[in-house]
């Protein structure tokens, strides 16, 4: 980076997420874009991008993903007017995981679990970075334990040192959904059936009463809840 980004980038930490979204968009233009898995906090920041002006936004079809997220994805198409951007993933290296393992291989063992997700996901987030100059994602600090030191703005140095923006990193889950009520922002159908985390159907699940938010998310296993994408398939 520049010698005046990083101080912007600096600067940038103390700044509401409107402000670091606008930032975002008027320093890259079209080598910036949103990546969206149609969670909450994805789609707070796309309202907020909305009120700015016009961005892009890519999503990662793993294939396996809730019927109730393409029905949000196709209302974000019309009521945005923004043309989603999908990624698949490589439909031999698919082909050849399956063929191998099975359909549900995540169940039987960590490893194939995180092959599953680095196929399905973490590969084709590589091909939707290749030509970014950043990209706007929704981590909160309060998520998990693995995300307490996001920054608003920070190197990616797991992809090409490109800068990943994360303007929601300060906010709290109350937070999120106080402005999802007041804009009248649309969500995914799940979590008023207690989701509150979602991903791909057969990894996720309502949570229970006491767990923690991300308990829904690979519940068979101890120990970290990530895929991959911000942990570099780790």
């Known amino acids: 980076m520049k010698m005046e980004t990083n101080w912007e980038v600096h600067a940038l930490q103390g700044e509401p997420a409107e402000r670091v979204i606008e930032w975002a968009m008027k320093t890259f233009g079209e080598k910036v874009a949103l990546a969206s898995s149609f969670q909450a906090e994805d789609m707070v920041i796309l309202h907020m991008a909305s009120r700015i002006g016009r961005i892009r936004v890519f999503t990662l079809d793993t294939g396996r993903l809730p019927q109730e997220t393409y029905e949000l994805m196709d209302k974000v198409r019309e009521l945005y007017g923004v043309e989603v951007e999908v990624y698949f993933p490589d439909t031999a290296r698919l082909e050849e995981m399956v063929k191998k393992y099975g359909v549900n291989l995540f169940y039987r063992d960590p490893s194939l679990r995180r092959l599953c997700c680095d196929i399905r996901k973490v590969e084709p987030l590589r091909r939707a970075l290749k030509d970014l100059r950043a990209w706007i994602t929704g981590l909160r600090r309060d998520q998990w334990e693995t995300r307490r030191t996001v920054s608003k703005v920070e190197v990616d140095r797991i992809h ?66 990530e895929c991959g994408i911000h942990t570099g398939g780790e």
């Open 160 to 225: 090409g040192n490109i800068l990943k923006v994360n303007p929601l990193a300060d906010w709290t889950w109350e937070m999120v959904w106080d402005y999802i009520r007041k804009n009248d922002v649309p969500v995914n159908k799940l979590y008023s059936m207690g989701y509150t985390s979602i991903g791909c159907a057969p990894c996720t699940r309502p949570i229970r009463p006491g767990e923690h938010p991300r308990a829904g998310r690979w519940w068979w296993e101890m120990g970290s809840k």
